[in-house]
């Protein structure tokens, strides 16, 4: 039998986990509204969120921006190998807001310039790297 201290433990690693991702571990969304994680990269003042690619990873696992307000993503691509990031409405891509152009590092940036979001929950990805490049973007 598990002890009380074991079961804690597993709950606050669960929580953790879930903290880092916009669904939960069996893969239903998060409550809409709900506080975004805090490792999201967020659009500064100028509207402007900067990701980076490294090692196959993007350094933020989400993305938040403010809702009807036009934003950049300023990408940046430390790698040799060709990374670049797009924007739709969902996991299953049914609709694009961004497809931006494919760069090869290392340490080249590019601006995307994209249209204002309504609120919601979007989902982005490297187009060459979908599988190891994905996150949510937050319209808040």
Do not use: Q, W
């Not at 039998?1 to 074991?6: E, K, L, N, V």
């Not at 980076?52 to 993305?63: E, G, K, N, Q, V």
């Not at 921006?65 to 950049?72: C, D, W």
């Not at 060709?82 to 409405?89: E, K, W």
């Amino acid at each position: 039998m598990r002890s009380r201290a074991a079961v804690a433990a597993a709950l606050g690693l669960m929580l953790a986990t879930a903290a880092c991702s916009s669904s939960s571990a069996d893969g239903t969304p998060l409550p809409s509204g709900a506080e975004p994680p805090a490792a999201c990269a967020r659009a500064d003042a100028d509207g402007v969120v900067e990701i980076t690619a490294d090692d196959l990873t993007f350094s933020a696992p989400c993305i938040v921006v403010p809702a009807g307000e036009a934003f950049i993503v300023r990408f940046t691509n430390h790698e040799s190998l060709p990374h670049d990031v797009a924007i739709y409405s969902d996991r299953a891509k049914g609709t694009t807001y961004l497809e931006g152009d494919t760069i090869i590092g290392p340490d080249r940036t590019v601006d995307y310039p994209v249209d204002a979001l309504v609120a919601g929950e979007y989902y982005f990805d490297c187009i060459v790297h979908p599988a190891d490049m994905n996150g949510t973007l937050y319209s808040r």
